[in-house]
Structures are given as C-alpha cells and as structure tokens.
T-cell receptor
Framework: KQEVTQIPAALSVPEGENLVLNCSFTDSAIYNLQWFRQDPGKGLTSLLLIQSSQREQTSGRLNASLDKSSGRSTLYIAASQPGDSATYLCAVPNYGQNFVFGPGTRLSVLP | NAGVTQTPKFRVLKTGQSMTLLCAQDMNHEYMYWYRQDPGMGLRLIHYSVGEGTTAKGEVPDGYNVSRLKKQNFLLGLESAAPSQTSVYFC????????????FGQGTRLTVV
C-alpha cells in the first residue's frame, strides 16, 4: 500500500522568505504527483501536477520537483506572502485506482 | 464552470438517522472518490468509482454505502449515523490517475449528535 509522509508538519516564516516543503512516498512506481493547497474550511485546490517523465514543474512563485528513484518531491515557494498561509498536501496515485494523500504541512507566513 | 459540486454543505444528524451526500461533476470524468478528513488523520478514502456502475471500497468503508448510477453523480449514504462519522466529507473526480489532475468539491461538514 502506498504511504505518503510530509515534513514539516507545520512551518511559520516571516514574509519574504523562500521555503521548501517535503513529500515522501513509499512506492516509486507512480505516474505523477500532485500538490494541493487547502485553506481553512475549504476544499483542496490543485497547484501543480508533475508527471513521472518530468523532474520539475513551475507555476508563478511555486516550483515542484520530483525524484521518483528516491521517493521524494519538494515544493519550493519563493518570496512567501501572507496569502500563502494554508495547508499544503501532496498526493500520489495508488496502483492506478485512487489517490493517497500526505498529512499536509500547515504554513503560516507572518507579515 | 461548476467543476465538482457537493450537496449539502452542512448537516447535523442524530445518531441512527440516515442521509445521502450528493456529488456531481460536469467534467465527464470517469473516476470519482469520497474522502473524509479528520483532525490528525488527514484525508482517508471511503469509497471510489472507476466508471459508471462501478464502486469499490477504500481505506475506511464501514458504515457507508455508495452508488454511481450516472457518470456525473456519486452518492455517499450513511444508513445509521454514528458520532464517529462526524467529519468533513470531500468528493473528488479525475479522468484517471495517470497524469491527470484530481478536482475536489468544497466539502460537507457533517455532525452526528
């Protein structure tokens, strides 16, 4: 069974800092990895989808990398802003049937 | 451009009551999923469907039933609600799992008293 972990569980940084969120998965035979954002009391919003053939994917100040062989992905947020405060979750396919999610990293960006 | 819509958004049930949560997607996706999210437990898969007329059990299926009679709808039923089913329920859909995004609804907050 695919298992996903995320480090750190929570992170608090001052505005303007660059930061890295980590995601690890146990089964490296994945097609893709997806990063989501969840605001309090809201649903999940897709941020980035990295396909297994890619090593990086960028969207604005966000950059996600994928290293299948080591079972890891990182989400890099440049020049963080208070509006980036949210919980960030990663998800990977589970044997082609559904998705398994990590527990999330709760990010607070302080003005 | 509705995406994934969940009905209702909030509900309070008494122990033993039944209810159905409705998920509707307008993206013609094959796969649909029901997750529950609890503090400290993350998102856990309840049931899922890989196409119209199909359903399968996820990680925590006990106490729930599902149906996928139409491709665009995925229903989650609680036959006899228990306080342990107090949670936030999320529906999601995707075209598959290989190099496709999953899209989520806004959630249903259910309280069982």
């Amino acid at each position: 069974k695919q298992e996903v972990t995320q480090i750190p569980a929570a992170l608090s940084v001052p505005e303007g800092e660059n930061l890295v969120l980590n995601c690890s998965f146990t089964d490296s035979a994945i097609y893709n990895l997806q990063w989501f954002r969840q605001d309090p009391g809201k649903g999940l919003t897709s941020l980035l989808l990295i396909q297994s053939s890619q090593r990086e994917q960028t969207s604005g100040r966000l950059n996600a990398s994928l290293d299948k062989s080591s079972g890891r992905s990182t989400l890099y947020i440049a020049a963080s802003q208070p509006g980036d405060s949210a919980t960030y979750l990663c998800a990977v396919p589970n044997y082609g049937q559904n998705f398994v999610f990590g527990p999330g990293t709760r990010l607070s960006v302080l003005p | 451009n509705a995406g994934v819509t969940q009905t209702p958004k909030f509900r309070v049930l008494k122990t033993g009551q039944s209810m159905t949560l409705l998920c509707a997607q307008d993206m013609n996706h094959e796969y649909m999923y029901w997750y529950r999210q609890d503090p400290g437990m993350g998102l856990r898969l309840i049931h899922y469907s890989v196409g119209e007329g199909t359903t399968a059990k996820g990680e925590v299926p006990d106490g729930y039933n599902v149906s996928r009679l139409k491709k665009q709808n995925f229903l989650l039923g609680l036959e006899s609600a228990a306080p342990s089913q107090t949670s936030v329920y999320f529906c999601a859909s995707s075209q598959g799992t290989a190099n496709t995004e999953a899209f989520f609804g806004q959630g249903t907050r259910l309280t069982v008293v």
